[in-house]
């Protein structure tokens, strides 16, 4: 299953809402997830499409979704959220993520 | 607290093998699958493998298969990936992550292991 993000690259300022998108290349129900990776560090995860949310993320960060659309939005962008993010498809073996998007100033 | 910590990186030839590792804690090492990602320098994210509780399931990254060997010991709470045949587009830093086998994700992630594959 291919996984398409978009856009791979955002420019966008404090406080601004930021969505991201991923597309499935086939339905893959409520099978995603969403990771933030900072330069540097590993991936962590932030939430499933299901809305199971990882301990500590804020709530700014929302999930939605089924099938083969997804949305990742951030409702008012903070500093500590500029970051590369990923979607990644649960479905079916081989785990497949997306090409990710950069959240930049 | 959960803890993955990978080792075992670093340079080898073209050719040769590696033997990563991930020692888990904070969490019931043996309830849990276990997965393999790594990520090439200024890339995305790569699956490599999967493995099930007791050992006896696993999938891989089709392109993958036959080179590396995903594995577990549930007494020592260690993962490993045995990595053969080396090339060049093998290098990445390899991260070992906790999979929720309910929902597909992967919830918790080591900092990473960096092999590089190079004459």
């Known amino acids: 299953i291919q996984m398409t993000q978009s856009p791979s690259s955002v420019s966008a300022s404090v406080g601004d809402r930021v969505t991201i998108t991923c597309r499935a290349s086939q339905g893959i129900v409520s099978y995603l997830a969403w990771y933030q990776q900072k330069p540097g560090k590993a991936p962590k995860f932030l939430m499933s499409a299901a809305s199971s949310f990882q301990s500590g993320v804020p709530s700014r960060f929302s999930g939605s979704g089924y099938g083969t659309d997804f949305t990742l939005t951030i409702s008012s962008l903070q500093p500590e959220d500029f970051a590369t993010y990923y979607c990644?498809?649960?479905?079916?073996?081989?785990?497949?993520f997306g090409g990710g998007t950069r959240v930049e100033i | 607290e959960v803890q993955l910590v990978e080792s075992g990186g670093g340079l080898v030839q073209p050719g040769g093998s590696l033997r990563l590792s991930c020692a888990a804690s904070g969490f019931t090492f043996s309830s849990y699958w276990m997965s393999w990602v790594r990520q090439a320098p200024g890339k995305g994210l790569e699956w490599v493998a999967n493995i099930r509780q007791g050992g006896s399931e696993k999938y891989y990254l089709d392109s993958l298969k036959g080179r590396f060997t995903i594995s577990r010991d549930n007494a020592k709470n260690s993962l490993y990936l045995q990595m053969n045949s080396l090339r060049a587009e093998d290098t990445a830093v390899y991260y070992c992550?906790?999979?929720?086998?309910?929902?597909?994700?992967?919830?918790?992630w080591g900092q990473g292991t960096l092999v590089s594959v190079s004459s």
């Open positions: 990644q498809q649960a479905n079916s073996f081989p785990l497949t």
């Open positions: 992550a906790r999979y929720s086998e309910s929902s597909g994700y992967l919830d918790y």
